[in-house]
């Protein structure tokens, strides 16, 4: 249960565990996944480079775009084998969002760790089954909850005896379009003993913002990234694309894949720093 931290300057355990990205494209485009490609390359090799655990990610359908006219991707079937293919190339685990039940079946024989999208985290029956997979579950916060509210999310995952169960930041409603994020959620949520992933990109998201499609503000995200990072997160989060502004889905807060080598070893020096010992009063 959760318990205040009393103890001043006393670290997360998340420092003394291995480092997570997740990162890759929104979507799959209609292009065979050849942009996801290009992006699990780049990953590959940055990971390779900074010795950090990666997985890539990409969606197969994006079911709850602003507009009906909203490119959602290839499908299940046909996401399923690009994003299958993808880890057969490079060697990356996958992430994929799944929404319902019947998804997270069909998902849970390819993808390393199905995620569950912020707008369904309190849904029981797509949590049980996810958890029933018996792959890593990524439960993305909502919107709407704070973050003391996440531990019952979780134990829907967890009653299934499936204790791989991953949250991840990606802000809270401020008024209409925007979104703000509280690092105090990051200690909150870890206190339950979850590993809490920050979302970079979709922290920077406005919701909306665009009238019917979403917007954002892909330049705070490396300040947000650095912030979590200092604060103790288990990993981050980030979509990018080679072509942000091309995309078909978010690419207002993505990030072109030339920030993310820059970035993480940013945020990689400062979770270092936290590592070392302090130093001695003078």
Known sequence: MHAD?????????????????????CVIEADGGEIARKAARHLKTVADRLQIKAYFKSSYDKANRSSIQGYRGPGLDKGLQILASIRDEFGLPLLTDVHSPEEALAAGKVIDMLQIPAFLCRQTDLLVAAGETGRAVNIKKGQFLSPKDVIHCADKVKSTGNDQVYITERGTTFGYNNLVVDMRSIPIVQSYGLPLIFDATHSVQLPGGAGSASSGERQYAPILARAAVAAGC??????????????????????PLDWIEPLLTECLQIRAALQKQPVAAL
């Open 5 to 25: 931290n009393q103890t001043y300057g006393a670290l997360p355990r998340s420092l003394s565990e291995e480092f997570v990205v997740i990162a890759g494209p």
């Open 234 to 255: 288990a990993g981050l989060f980030m979509e990018t694309h080679p072509d942000p502004n091309t995309a078909p889905s978010d690419g207002a807060n993505m990030l």
